[in-house]
């Protein structure tokens, strides 16, 4: 048993119901963006439903993202993403250390980002995906999901610019031709005798702006509560887990969380999970919004751009 899950408390996040952002009421998407509110500088997570993304396609993820998994080492290993310029494709077990000084998560990944011909690619990250050979419905549905999401996820930032005392279209910019990377996630179950610290995903806070995670019903993910004891994220059927990242704790000088969270399969069984970070324009920059900060309280972040600070997590936490 792992012996840090004994801290896990019995809270669980909010649920919120987003579907009246998409109202032509006022008051029906303000009273999401006041839901959001209070999630976001509570716990900085919570269960997001009525979406709008169709079972049928979250079911089709998960499936291929199973048989992707399934595969041979070496036709996995084919697509490491080691051979691409912009950190798309296989990623092997023990290739990322998300908490310093653990040892390295045990999960194995693959990475996919908006398809973008090389020599089109300007930015960090920007570039082709690469793509399994024989799976002929991994990419379409992977695609679609990807543009589903990112539809849900500038619909939330609509939702938090209300929650904030914004404009509505405040992010509008933000969200223009966004930084986006869908990651498939395989966990195997824990091992019965673990390295000190070893788990699935090491505790970390995410990079970007919003992850919307869609998770099987195997749980794992615990989420560091405001009382500083662990929190299952417990699998709700139907629903992706929204958390915010690390740049919209700088936007709003911390009044907005971006909680650590972490992974311990301790299920028994293969757990698979599909993290969606939509980080927004690349060359967009992130600087103290208006009404995050108090008569004589200073911005505690410098001033950057959206792939200044992307590069700077990768290089934090692969080391290169
Ligand atoms: O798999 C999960 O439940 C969480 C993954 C995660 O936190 C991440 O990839 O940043
Ligand atoms: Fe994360």
Redesign the pocket.
Known sequence: MYSEAREVSRDTLPVIPVGGLCSSNPSERQAVGDALRAACSETGFFYCVDHGVPQGLIEAVLAESRAFFSLPADAKAALDKARSPCNRGYEPLRNQT?EAGAPPDL?E?FYIGAEQREEDAVHFNQGPNQWPRDMTGFRPAMMAYFSALTIVAERLMRGIALSLGLEESFFDLFCRDPQATL?L?H?PPQPPDPQPGEK??GA?T??GGL?L?L?DENG??QVRGPDDAWIH?TPVPGSF?V?LGDMIARWTNDRYRSTL???VNISGKD?Y???F?HSGNPDYVISCLPGCLAPGESPRYPVVTVQEHLREMYQRTYGR
């Open positions: 998300l999960k990944g990651r996630l966990y699935g995903c970390h995410d990079f992850t995670l998770q794992g993910l994220a887990v958390n969270h972490r992974v757990r999970s599909v993290p970070f």
